[in-house]
């Protein structure tokens, strides 16, 4: 477990003492049984299709492998937890990061550390900064490491020896986003599990669709059906003044659609095929925010967002004694809910439910789209410090490929396998849903603000005037933009 307090957000974090470490003798005992899951991975994989890093056999000599991650105290809901496990407590998915801890401990004849800090990016930038940093790598949100970056904190992923960000277990979509002018400082993978739990979904209340003789959604997804005017269809379908009061109400009536934030909004439109501004090349980009397309999109979310069939977070919470919108979600009325996967950590409810992939724009888009949220999701870096590059990249790409054969299917299935957990045709949407994440740069850099722009937008005016919105802030999006092509030119590592 993380402690407390461990620092001060400041150059002088290093001189403290250095983290937690798991770093006994590997035995059979205190290796611990790997997971059915993990032993099922290994053996329907056969050796002709089976990609494997390619890594020297190489070892370094009990070298300390020192690791910064997000923390923000005891039991908080949003510290990262992927990385680290100093002991084995039974359960499936800390038993897979303690087992696949060891195994690199025990293959590379090291011992791995960690720290955590509720600003990790921000601690490591101050003591790159100051000569001190000792961390080999650094977990936080992708703004975060994003900010920092363009100070030269970190090494570009490119010249780390034995990183192949081309491999499987790296996610490639990242990688491009995230690059400017060949210069890639933070990225994403199968090692990175928080960023997973928070992409967006939709939660649907399985019980009421067999009351209002709605169609199997999950066959709906699988013939790539899945779209926004359905959705739209059947939360107005089930929207209806159950208290007879003349008006609908999230309090008391059935509603068609709930969602857990305004600032969700994005989520829906990147569903829809939409993206910010994606780059030509490292000098031009195209302002998709402004396109035909992300207009129509906004149009047909606005059907369910701005009619009476729509509830937000922020008019539930602390009313009706709410502290979550899954509470009221729980309670058997709404029919979708717009939330992030963590909420089935904590999802209890006498109804059947299951999850689905954000809807597509129309029959015609290929695939179901999701994206991250910038401001609390996962990515990592190598602190600028210069510091055992070598060990670094061999201790990174092979906990990379390890978390994709053992510690993500367990991550899956410990979310589908629990008490709590919906049927298991779920387990195949949250497959789609990882397997089709995408990125934006000018989200990651928050370039323009244009986040927050569209979200308050549509929020707070359905949509009116945001075209002009867009073209008023172009001057701006494209000064901010250079600004960040020129400070990554700036950077010699």
């Known amino acids: 477990m993380l402690k407390k307090n461990l620092f001060l957000i400041s150059a002088l974090i290093c001189l403290l003492a250095l983290g937690m470490t798991s770093c006994d003798t590997p035995t059979e005992q205190n290796r611990g049984e790997q997971s059915n899951s993990e032993t099922v991975q290994t053996e329907t994989k056969t050796a002709e299709t089976k990609i494997t ?18 923390y923000r105290g005891e039991g908080h809901v949003h510290n990262y937890f992927e990385y ?67 100070n030269g904190t970190f090494m570009n992923i490119h010249t780390i020896p034995y990183m192949d960000i081309s491999k499987p277990w790296w996610n490639n979509r990242a990688n491009e986003a995230f690059s400017v002018n060949d210069k890639l ?10 960023e997973k739990q928070r992409l967006p979904v939709i939660f649907y209340n399985r019980t009421m669709t067999e009351n209002y003789q709605i169609e199997n959604l999950y066959d709906v997804v699988d013939a790539g059906k899945w779209t926004v005017d359905v959705m739209n269809m059947y939360a107005n379908t089930v929207s209806n003044d159950t208290n ?11 509603i068609g659609f709930l969602s857990g934030s305004y600032t969700y909004i994005p989520f829906l439109l990147f569903g829809m095929e939409n993206t910010f501004a994606p780059k030509i090349d490292d000098n031009t980009f195209n302002l998709n925010a402004s396109s035909e397309r992300m207009i129509s999109s ?23 004694s709410y502290t979550s919108t899954y509470q009221a979600f729980q309670e058997g009325r709404f029919l979708f809910f717009h939330e992030v996967i963590t909420v089935l950590r904590n999802m209890e409810m006498d109804d059947a439910f299951g999850v689905l992939p954000q809807p597509k724009y129309d029959e015609a888009q290929e695939n179901y789209l999701t994206t991250v949220q910038y401001e609390n999701s996962g990515t990592i870096a190598v602190p600028a410090s210069g510091k055992d590059l070598e060990m670094t990249g061999v201790i990174l790409e092979a906990m990379a490929y390890d978390s994709s054969e053992s510690v993500l299917p367990v991550f899956i299935e410990n979310i589908l396998q629990s008490k709590k957990a919906p049927d ?21 850099f928050d370039i323009g603000g244009l986040s927050g722009l569209i979200a308050d937008n549509i929020y707070n005016k359905h949509g009116d005037g945001y075209t002009a919105l867009i073209e008023s802030q172009k001057v701006s999006i494209t ?11 700036e950077i010699d590592h």
């Open 53 to 70: 890093p390619d890594l020297p056999d190489i070892t370094f000599d009990g070298a300390t492998f020192h690791l910064m991650q997000w």
């Open 84 to 150: 680290y496990s100093d002991e084995l407590n039974g359960e499936l998915l800390n038993d897979a990061i303690y087992n696949r801890n060891m195994r690199l401990q025990e293959k590379y004849d090291i011992c791995i550390t960690q720290n955590g800090v509720d600003a990790p990016a921000e601690t490591v930038a101050a003591e790159v900064l100051a000569g001190s940093c000792e961390y080999h790598m650094v977990a936080a949100p992708p703004k975060n490491l994003a900010n920092a970056s363009r």
């Open 185 to 194: 400082y933070f990225i994403s993978g199968d090692l990175v599990l928080y």
């Open 244 to 254: 007879g009061d003349g008006m609908l109400s999230w309090e008391n009536d059935t």
């Open 298 to 320: 906004i149009e047909k979310i606005g059907k369910i967002l701005y009619s009476d069939n729509v509830s937000w977070r922020e008019e539930i919470i602390g009313k009706a």
């Open 424 to 444: 298991q045709e779920s387990s195949k949407m949250l497959e789609i849903v990882f397997k089709n994440i995408i990125y934006d740069l000018f989200g990651a």
């Open 479 to 489: 000064t901010d933009y250079e600004k960040l092509v020129e400070d990554y030119s």
